[in-house]
């Protein structure tokens, strides 16, 4: 198997989400940081627009959003699998819920001026992020949500991660991590990171440990490398066979150019050639003069693909 090498920045809810599970399986990983803000110039060529951080690189194939790296990484490594089947349709809908609707409570909570500590090196800093992230959120069909929601569901998420967790279990379904740990641990993590709720899960013991076992996964860091080097690796890389060549897509067959994206935030789409489109995931094949030819995968679930 190829390199794992994981485009973020530390400070990252989903990369963290990322960070937990390659550790947890025992991975080696090789670490690029990318800037916070755009323009990204050895993180664009790879991924064709696409800004959500984190992504994944194999060689020359790179996995967009969490959801997809898990299912990549579900059979790699060590340890039990992030779908375990008895309870699969709990935890992925836990972990989608958690990804696209208590990220907006986290984001909101996180950003309350109290609770900014050390996110941002300098108020010039905020600034600039502030307009960058008002340039990503152009398109979005999502809401952000004002303090007096995001409170409140939050506080009752805690509530009834304590409940679920009060009988002793290690993980929240049982004995063994699924999906939904790696979900839940990226939003709290994010939201206790600094600032005055840096303390908050003091009252929620069984929370508490929970995540101070999650959070020992996320400690290890990945081996560094810099974006030039993994464009190099990706120039020096085929991308892996993608199977049967198939799409569900009426006006898309097999061979059309597309862009592919999310569809509720971080709308900005990559433009290649369409490999795949099914119910797990969509693929298009794409090149660049710093990349060769690579193949960019997305998970189907929240994002498209559109003839151009």
């Not at 990204?40 to 984190?54: A, E, K, N, S, V």
């Not at 060590?78 to 409570?105: K, M, V």
Request: glycine fraction near 8%; hydrophobic fraction near 45%.
């Amino acid at each position: 198997m190829a390199e794992l090498i994981l485009h973020h920045y530390p400070e990252s809810l989903f990369s963290e989400k990322a960070r937990a599970m390659l550790n947890a399986r025992g991975l080696p990983w090789r670490s690029v940081i990318i800037p916070m803000i755009m323009p990204r110039p050895d993180t664009i060529p790879l991924t064709g627009g696409y800004r959500r951080t984190p992504v994944l690189q194999v060689g020359a194939d790179v996995y967009c959003d969490t959801a997809l790296i898990a299912a990549y990484l579900d059979d790699k490594g060590t340890g039990p699998t992030f779908f375990p089947a008895g309870s699969r349709l709990a935890a992925q809908t836990l972990a989608r819920w958690i990804d696209t609707e208590l990220f907006w409570a986290a984001v909101t909570l996180r950003f309350q001026p109290q609770n900014m500590g050390t996110f941002f090196i300098s108020s010039e800093a905020a600034t600039a992020f502030a307009a960058d992230r008002a340039n990503f959120s152009q398109g979005s069909t999502v809401r952000r949500l004002p303090l007096e929601e995001a409170a409140p569901r939050y506080d009752t998420f805690l509530a009834e991660m304590e409940a679920q967790l009060s009988d002793g279990r290690t993980y929240l379904f049982g004995p063994a991590w699924t999906i939904a740990d790696f979900s839940a641990y990226h939003v709290i993590w994010f939201i206790h990171a600094g600032g005055v709720m840096a303390e908050a899960l003091a009252p929620h013991a069984a929370v508490r440990a929970w995540y101070e076992r999650m959070k020992a996964f996320g400690a290890t860091p990945g081996v560094d490398m810099s974006g030039a080097e993994a464009l190099d690796v990706a120039k020096a890389t085929t991308p892996a066979p993608v199977g049967v060549q198939t799409s569900d897509l009426p006006d898309a067959p097999v061979g059309t150019v597309v862009d592919a994206g999310p569809t509720d935030y971080g709308v900005m789409p990559s433009r290649g050639r369409l490999l795949r489109a099914d119910s797990a995931q969509i693929t298009i094949a794409r090149e660049h003069e710093r990349t060769g030819a690579v193949n960019v995968h997305f998970p189907r679930h929240g994002f498209t693909a559109t003839k151009v």
